[in-house]
């Protein structure tokens, strides 16, 4: 669904498209050039997508794909459908549940990892919808140059929406990865560990 949405907006070739995806629908569904190209393969085998071959060069030859009317309509079909939440399945989080088992140091550097990692995360995803407000990307466009007023209205607002749902995401990371940092202090502190001493994790008592 996220090549056939980028398709949509034009007619591109693989690489066109890879990069448009890296810009664009990665900051929320990340997927590798190795994936991107077999799937343009099954979008064209399914009849959803077609492939013309265009001169390049004087003796090569691309691939410029299309959307086809089937894959409008299967476009518009799961953009019908109402997708439930998936349940949460986080590596990061499991791990923080358990922290215990690790020493204070590597816990306080879990916690600022996170706050590092959303607050970079920020930055780009504000640089983002700022664009995205001022249709001021390439994908933007080529989306916008022959919709109604109607239609530019609503690829807009829904896709800044998302963009502002991701900047209130990253903040609430930030600060829950700031607390952290705060928490492993206060355990520290009651603990009674002195700096510089943070090697030991506090269930490693209940292995000697």
């Known amino acids: 669904m996220a090549v056939l949405a980028i398709l949509e907006a034009k007619p591109m ?24 190209y077999p799937e343009l393969k099954k979008l ?6 077609e492939a013309k ?3 390049r060069g004087n003796l090569a030859t691309k691939s410029v794909y299309a959307v086809m009317p089937a894959g409008g309509d299967e476009l518009e079909r799961w953009a019908n459908q109402v997708v ?10 499991l791990k923080v549940m358990y922290q215990e088992w690790a020493s204070y140091q590597v816990a ?4 600022e990892a996170h706050r590092v990692y959303y607050l970079q995360l920020y930055v780009k995803w504000a640089a983002h919808a700022e664009d995205l407000r ?19 209205a609503a690829v807009l607002a829904y896709k800044v929406h998302v963009y502002e749902g991701l900047l209130e995401r990253a903040q609430m990371e930030i600060d829950w990865a700031t607390k952290g940092i ?7 502190a009651e603990a009674g560990t002195p700096p510089g001493h943070r090697a030991a994790s506090p269930s490693s008592a209940r292995r000697r």
């Open 13 to 36: 070739t693989g690489y066109e498209l890879a990069k448009f995806f890296d810009h664009s629908i990665a900051h929320i569904w990340q997927a590798s050039h190795s994936q991107i």
């Open 44 to 49: 064209e085998r399914e009849g959803l997508i």
């Open 53 to 55: 071959q265009q001169a």
């Open 84 to 93: 439930p939440p998936l349940h949460e399945r986080s590596p990061e989080l």
């Open 108 to 111: 306080e550097q879990q916690f």
């Open 134 to 152: 001022l249709g001021n990307t390439d994908l933007m466009r080529h989306r916008l140059k022959d919709a109604s007023a109607e239609a530019s």
């Open 182 to 188: 705060a928490l492993v202090e206060r355990l520290l």
